[in-house]
């Protein structure tokens, strides 16, 4: 009897990862599970993914920092993680197991590295290349001076670097297949091809990783033969950035829904006023339903100036009456009679999906997914 839930279906999310792949013609594809996989459960989400993909179809999960992958660790999670973002130190460096995987993205994080004392761990590392966001990377001038390069790689190799990967990101890879995605593979491919022909055997062997799709980068076959894996993440659950971007190719399923119960209902008089500020007064009588979900939930304040916008009960749209509080907010259900305390009222649903809440309210889905696991009660339903 939960006051307010967020909904993940795990069906949806196994069937995402398949088409995702199918689109990459079958290519390994590491889940980008960061932040707490973009709000919808670090753990619950790491798990499913293990049970149900084996290896060779997921090979990695890929967090931001290592803080997410301890979370990870400490619930049991096995399968191998790329770190890609997280500060590096020699704490660090010490700290990795054979499982994890690190980002190296400039040539500080080579140097450091090169400076170790002891070469008692492996650690895995994927080298990522700035190919014009402009954001994280290795400059590709770099390797204007290959042999000092490979040098520096040498001195990272014995002190237990292992090359796993080569990667690097999409700035805009949400609009149709436009010139920068198109520069920015050419320029990854002449990387990858420079660094396969002067790969010196004593590096070992040359990364077997090599990725640069996103989403959108897959949804718009950024690819080239040198791809090995794709990185998916906002697509595995079911959404897109935003209702301007293209549709993908291929179906996706919503995986997250949130949910609250009306809470009270009160039938207002004309001049009556609605919660903090009374910013709303009745201009006739109102039937108004109090429902447990507000800011603290993910339900952003701005939502309650929308016209569009509003909460379903029975799938019809009760619109916000008066300000979104942080646990609570208002409806207007004058036309449900049905409607009674215990009832569900949906935000986040098939009827109001949270693309066009986020183009509504001059957001990205990312940041509106990412806000909800605050508080909100996970509840995971279909394939565990
Ligand atoms: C380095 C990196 N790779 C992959 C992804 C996944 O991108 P998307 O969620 O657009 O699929 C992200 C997301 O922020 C990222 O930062």
Redesign the pocket.
Known sequence: MGSAELIIDLDHLGHNFKVLRLASLNLPSFA?IKARSYGLGAVEIAKYFEKNFPVAELPLF?LARFEEVEVLRKAGVTRDCLV??GSHSHELYENLSQRDHLCFSSLEDLQLFASRKTSKNIVKAHLHFNTGMNRLGLSPSLLENLPEVIQLLKSCSQKGMVFEGLMS?LACAEQERVKMSDFQLKSFDKIVSALKLSWPSILGAFPKWIHLE???GVAHDVRSSNITAI?????LWGIREDTSTPRAKYELKAVACVRGRVRQIHELKSGDGIGYGLSHICSKETRSATVNLGYADGLLRQAANSSKLGLFIDGKRAPFLGRISMDLCSVDVSEMSQVKVGDWAYWICAEQPLEKIATELQTIT?EMQCSLGARLVPVYKGAS
């Not at 990185?231 to 697509?235: A, K, T």
């Open positions: 980008v890929c890609m973002s990101h996103n989403s959108e990185r998916p993440g906002l697509h990312y």
